[in-house]
């Protein structure tokens, strides 16, 4: 069974820094790309960040110089750091394959940027 265990959430104001965690299992971890998800309210659930298995990193342009994704694959987690958060950046945020296992999706972790 395919699980993403996410955590590190918040509520930080505008301009801080956030640090979110995601532990994998059930997958061949070091196999596989892995991304960050987040989901806004009213909104649809879109891809962040992803990282490969060789370590290549994606970006959204909503993102891109504010956000790194890494990877350990030893401790089967992704990390996520989040400098320079914004208003825009609330959501829940998401782990999951990328592409996403459609059944592995996790309770997600909230990020609240307050102005």
């Known amino acids: 069974q395919v699980q993403f265990v996410e955590s590190g959430g918040g509520s930080v104001q505008a301009g801080g820094s956030l640090r979110l965690s995601c532990v994998a299992s059930?997958?061949?971890?070091?196999?596989?790309?892995i991304g960050w998800y987040r989901q806004a309210p009213g909104k649809q659930r879109e891809l962040v960040a992803s990282?490969?298995?060789?370590?290549?990193?994606n970006y959204g342009d909503s993102v891109k110089g504010r956000f790194t994704i890494s990877r350990d694959n030893a401790k089967k987690t992704v990390y996520l750091q989040m400098n320079r958060l914004k208003p825009e950046d609330t959501a829940v945020y998401y782990c999951?394959?990328?592409?996403?296992?459609?059944?592995?999706w996790g309770q997600g972790t909230q990020v609240t940027v307050s102005s």
């Open positions: 999951n394959r990328s592409p996403p296992i459609v059944f592995a």
């Open positions: 059930g997958i061949t971890f070091s196999s596989n790309a």
């Open positions: 990282i490969s298995s060789g370590g290549t990193t």
